[in-house]
């Protein structure tokens, strides 16, 4: 089976990005079949490829995997009329690529919106089998977030998403609030698959040579975010934290941010205003090297602004790195997360916007370390046997194969 595959924002582990794209590739060329894959130049990823574009694109073999990288640069940092053009000419490239294409089945999966174009048009122009993965719910999420209020633009994307959902053989949801949120749209449940994120235990649940960043102490809590610092992101929730603790005397707790995003100098020039030297920002690090950081980190900080669309509507890449690591996470937003911390005893799960319990949890957890090593057991079991990505891959490369069976 030949698989054309997009996802504009593509990363090898040897990028800071989340791999899962690499990962399913890597499954199905395992299983014997075909894959490329389309995608940008993603600031925060490594495609696996180093020569130069020729003629606004460069492609290679990436492990097994045939990548086609299109010169268009993108980054979280980027303004809201830079991204939309990217997006766009991603979705105009990508799909005269779907029109001169052989393959059996096309996968797109998001964000953004706009890469399931290419997948609408090789479905109703050229009878071929296509699969959308979708990763957030949009317009939900950006309307819940207040980022884009026009109405003309919002109603664009809903009928994109509209025409996306009825335009697919079969679905994947990353969460149980994406699946819901695709069934309501009328497409029957039956095409409908759940497939999380998942944890590279081969990654993260392997020895890796631990280290920490500077200023942080051998003797230290070190709890970290490991991820996009943007608005969805809500890290002020962090820096307020730290305020906290602070101001109780608890020098003792250091708060580790890794990443890079729009938000970053805001936050670098408000904990230096308020001099929060417990909050440590350290530029981004590929997923080797972020295993070594964990195999030294105590708690790993899974964070969102406090918005109801995210309770249920997000798969964050770093809830599962934490699991997979072996450490407690701890939560400060209600949802399906929040709930799985609680029910299988992995961390903490704190109320969204109160610096007082996210800062008790912390000295809870500095003041308890041998809770922390049973938490972390826990997580560690739970990233076996219920999101090890290999059986997750199984299933994604299965419900493949059943979409172009069933056209």
């Given at each position: 089976?030949?698989?054309?595959?997009?996802?504009?924002?593509?990363?090898?582990?040897?990028?800071?990005?989340?791999?899962?794209?690499?990962?399913?590739?890597?499954?199905?060329?395992?299983?014997?079949?075909?894959?490329?894959?389309?995608?940008?130049?993603?600031?925060?990823?490594?495609?696996?490829?180093?020569?130069?574009?020729?003629?606004?694109?460069?492609?290679?073999?990436?492990?097994?995997?045939?990548?086609?990288?299109?010169?268009?640069?993108?980054?979280?940092?980027?303004?809201?009329?830079?991204?939309?053009?990217?997006?766009?000419?991603?979705?105009?490239?990508?799909?005269?690529?779907?029109?001169?294409?052989?393959?059996?089945?096309?996968?797109?999966?998001?964000?953004?919106?706009?890469?399931?174009?290419?997948?609408?048009?090789?479905?109703?122009?050229?009878?071929?089998?296509?699969?959308?993965?979708?990763?957030?719910?949009?317009?939900?999420?950006?309307?819940?977030?207040?980022?884009?209020?026009?109405?003309?633009?919002?109603?664009?994307?809903?009928?994109?998403?509209?025409?996306?959902?009825?335009?697919?053989?079969?679905?994947?949801?990353?969460?149980?609030?994406?699946?819901?949120?695709?069934?309501?749209?009328?497409?029957?449940?039956?095409?409908?698959?759940?497939?999380?994120?998942?944890?590279?235990?081969?990654?993260?649940?392997?020895?890796?040579?631990?280290?920490?960043?500077?200023?942080?102490?051998?003797?230290?809590?070190?709890?970290?975010?490991?991820?996009?610092?943007?608005?969805?992101?809500?890290?002020?929730?962090?820096?307020?934290?730290?305020?906290?603790?602070?101001?109780?005397?608890?020098?003792?707790?250091?708060?580790?941010?890794?990443?890079?995003?729009?938000?970053?100098?805001?936050?670098?020039?408000?904990?230096?205003?308020?001099?929060?030297?417990?909050?440590?920002?350290?530029?981004?690090?590929?997923?080797?090297?972020?295993?070594?950081?964990?195999?030294?980190?105590?708690?790993?900080?899974?964070?969102?602004?406090?918005?109801?669309?995210?309770?249920?509507?997000?798969?964050?890449?770093?809830?599962?790195?934490?699991?997979?690591?072996?450490?407690?996470?701890?939560?400060?937003?209600?949802?399906?997360?929040?709930?799985?911390?609680?029910?299988?005893?992995?961390?903490?799960?704190?109320?969204?916007?109160?610096?007082?319990?996210?800062?008790?949890?912390?000295?809870?957890?500095?003041?308890h370390r041998q809770d922390l090593a049973a938490m972390g057991e826990r997580a560690r079991a739970l990233a076996q046997s219920r999101f090890d990505r290999?059986?997750?891959?199984?299933?994604?490369?299965?419900?493949?194969?059943?979409?172009?069976?069933?056209?």
């Amino acid at each position: 089976m030949k698989i054309l595959y997009y996802h504009q924002h593509f990363s090898t582990p040897k990028g800071s990005a989340g791999n899962r794209s690499y990962a399913m590739a890597r499954r199905l060329v395992d299983a014997g079949h075909a894959v490329t894959m389309v995608c940008g130049s993603y600031a925060a990823g490594n495609t696996g490829l180093a020569g130069p574009y020729v003629k606004g694109r460069r492609a290679g073999l990436v492990d097994g995997i045939q990548v086609i990288e299109l010169e268009l640069p993108y980054s979280n940092r980027d303004g809201f009329l830079k991204r939309t053009l990217t997006f766009l000419k991603f979705a105009w490239r990508s799909t005269l690529i779907a029109m001169r294409s052989d393959a059996d089945v096309v996968f797109a999966t998001t964000t953004p919106l706009t890469a399931g174009i290419p997948g609408i048009f090789a479905r109703w122009l050229r009878g071929k089998p296509f699969v959308f993965e979708v990763r957030d719910l949009w317009p939900e999420l950006p309307r819940a977030m207040g980022v884009i209020t026009n109405p003309v633009v919002l109603w664009s994307m809903s009928v994109l998403e509209w025409v996306s959902y009825r335009s697919a053989d079969r679905l994947i949801g990353l969460s149980p609030g994406i699946v819901d949120g695709i069934a309501k749209r009328g497409v029957p449940r039956e095409r409908i698959a759940m497939i999380p994120n998942g944890c590279d235990l081969d990654i993260f649940g392997v020895p890796s040579e631990p280290w920490r960043p500077e200023g942080v102490a051998p003797t230290d809590l070190m709890a970290v975010f490991t991820g996009t610092h943007g608005i969805a992101n809500g890290l002020d929730a962090v820096l307020d934290a730290a305020a906290e603790l602070k101001r109780r005397g608890r020098g003792d707790i250091q708060l580790v941010l890794i990443g890079d995003g729009k938000l970053k100098p805001a936050l670098q020039e408000r904990a230096r205003r308020e001099g929060l030297e417990n909050v440590v920002f350290h530029a981004p690090v590929s997923k080797h090297r972020l295993a070594g950081l964990m195999a030294s980190t105590d708690v790993g900080m899974q964070i969102l602004a406090n918005v109801p669309a995210f309770y249920y509507g997000t798969s964050p890449n770093k809830f599962f790195d934490y699991l997979a690591s072996g450490l407690p996470v701890l939560n400060n937003y209600p949802g399906w997360l929040a709930e799985m911390i609680t029910e299988h005893g992995c961390g903490y799960a704190v109320p969204p916007d109160d610096p007082g319990a996210f800062a008790d949890a912390l000295i809870h957890a500095a003041d308890h370390r041998q809770d922390l090593a049973a938490m972390g057991e826990r997580a560690r079991a739970l990233a076996q046997s219920r999101f090890d990505r290999r059986q997750l891959a199984d299933r994604f490369v299965d419900w493949l194969a059943e979409a172009r069976l069933a056209l």
